[in-house]
């Protein structure tokens, strides 16, 4: 029997309101132990003598090492390269009003004459150390201090100009150039951004007020991008006020970013994506905290034409053990612009609160592309207006060339372990006749509701299966199988629709 009766529903609503506030009360005083390491008064240095770095989360994860320490006049470092330099060495002062681009710049470049010697280690200590953008370079660790902010000035004349990504065709704004990423690499290898706790603050306020005043004439930068990069690591710092997407890495290949904290404005801080995977195979995203003024995560790979031409998909990625809020668009997204591609993704352990959509695909048709192989599994959904969302006419193109006729594929999605109270419609899965949604699979799952109505659980032109009981009722489009797996009743309603966007 899929449909709970009225007792087995109050039993649902009542383990996942207990399941929410276990978690609610884990993940708080995780925050609390780790916002404590590191400080003074007998507090814990995040990294640890002989082992890795400290979890922002209950998890636990050793993704860098430091067996020794170094003391610089900005304070005891840990020393992860052969070779350090202190960004004061450089002649940067951090009064928040210096300028220090020329600094950074010279640091940058000692550390590009050390690749043959295991790279150089660039230390930032605490101060306000504001600059205009600057570039990475292989074989690098950027280390920000606890209480160490780099700012970005807030002139655009200082942001160099880009060409516009060869996947997306143009500026995602504008035709033509785009600003460059504050702080930004691209063809680099063996690059680590860290510290403790340390921030890097894109002061977006400046770039979203000309940008809603319609004063900019190219596209915003990211607030870091990397591009066609491999061996990336970000870890233990704080991204802030990000003028555009905050974390961009372009076409790269092994990338980890763990132990993060990525804010801005949950409100009037327009297209601040947390972290946007593009064209990105091999990474991990994992034990974060992302409160932003768009998708907390959304997994891209280019733009109708432009991203088909070009070809590169994004592809085994692990998103786990997260805190998202996004108040105007979705926790974890995929798409709008994957016409080269997802595949092979797993999200899991996450929490998403106080948000508008909980885990959300969005396509049109002119992408072309594929989504497929994606499972969310052990997902919290805890006060949200839409829980589960697929979109496939989300008809925003970067020009008119792109082939209306290119219909992406969505298939093999699996949904296990959803859990959550105060969602209003927990399954919003509208696909068409030419975007049908096929091997949809949902199991293990109670969503408490605050819209006291039917259809909350919405499909159209989907097909697929639920196995055992679930809350609410699944959609009539979807067969249903007992707990064993076994077949308990074929749909015959693949292709009815019952989406209320009224709800």
């Known amino acids: 029997m899929v449909e709970p009766l009225p007792i087995t529903r109050r039993r649902f609503l009542s383990s996942h309101r207990s399941l929410v506030t ?49 003391t610089t006049s900005g304070g005891e470092f840990p020393l992860l390269r ?46 306000r ?18 209480d160490a902010e780099i700012l970005a000035v807030q002139d655009e004349t200082l942001w160099p100009l880009l060409p516009p990504l060869p996947s ?45 005043q319609k004063l900019l004439n190219h596209t915003r930068g990211p607030l870091v991008q990397i591009m ?38 949950v409100f009037e801080a327009p297209n601040t994506d947390g972290i946007d995977p593009d064209s990105c195979e091999d990474m991990l995203i994992e034990n974060s905290y992302i409160s932003v003024g768009d998708d907390g995560i959304a997994i891209k790979s280019g733009w109708d034409q432009y991203g088909t031409n070009y070809g590169r998909p994004s592809k085994n990625i692990l998103i786990r053990n997260l805190i998202i809020r996004s108040m105007v668009s979705a926790g974890i997204s995929i798409g709008s612009e994957m016409s080269g591609g997802v595949s092979n993704i797993t999200v899991e352990n996450i929490l998403i609160w106080s948000s508008r959509r909980g885990v959300r695909i ?81 199991r293990d799952m109670s969503v408490g509701i605050t819209y ?21 009722a699944p959609c009539e489009n979807l067969d249903r199988y007992d707990e064993q797996e076994q077949l308990v009743k074929h749909s015959d309603s693949q292709n009815a629709t019952d989406i209320d966007y009224e709800i």
């Not at 640091?107 to 660039?122: E, F, H, N, P, R």
């Not at 150390?129 to 280390?143: G, R, V």
């Not at 710092?237 to 290949?253: A, G, N, Q, V």
């Open 22 to 70: 276990v978690f609610w009360i884990a993940a708080f005083a995780s925050l609390f132990i780790w916002q404590s390491r590191g400080r003074g008064g007998g507090g814990t240095s995040l990294y640890r003598g002989g082992g890795g770095l400290s979890s922002v989360f209950w998890w636990t994860t050793t993704t860098l090492t430091a067996t020794a320490t170094t």
């Open 82 to 127: 052969p070779v350090v330099f202190n960004l004061t060495d450089f002649g940067a002062v951090g009064d928040g009003v210096t300028v220090n681009t020329e600094a950074f710049e010279r640091a940058v470049y000692a550390i590009s004459k050390l690749s043959k010697k295991g790279g150089g280690q660039l230390n930032v200590p605490p101060g």
């Open 129 to 146: 150390w504001l600059t205009a953008p600057f570039n990475l370079t292989s074989f690098m660790t950027l280390f920000l201090a606890e």
């Open 168 to 212: 997306y065709g143009y500026g995602r704004e504008h035709y033509g150039p785009r600003y460059g990423s504050f702080i930004h690499g691209q063809n680099l290898k063996d690059v680590v951004v860290t510290g403790n706790n340390g921030s890097i603050n894109g002061q977006g306020v400046y770039w979203w007020k000309k940008y809603r």
């Open 228 to 265: 066609w990069s491999s061996d990336v690591v970000f870890a233990n710092i704080t991204l802030r006020d990000s003028p555009f997407w905050t974390l961009h890495p372009y076409d790269c290949k092994n990338v980890t970013i763990t132990n993060m904290t990525i804010l801005a404005p």
């Open 362 to 442: 969005k396509t049109a048709p002119g992408r072309g592309g594929y989504v497929r192989d994606i499972t969310f599994r052990n997902v919290t959904l805890d006060e949200l207006r839409v829980g589960i969302v697929v979109k496939t006419d989300y008809n925003e193109h970067p020009d008119g060339g792109f082939n209306p006729q290119a219909f992406p594929v969505l298939e093999n999605i699996n949904y296990t372990g959803i859990y959550g109270q105060g969602v209003r419609v927990p399954v919003r899965m509208q696909g068409t006749k030419e975007i049908p949604v096929k091997n949809v699979t949902f």
């Open 452 to 472: 006291k109505k039917k259809h909350i659980f919405q499909c159209a032109y989907v097909q697929g299966r639920v196995i055992g009981t679930i809350f609410p």
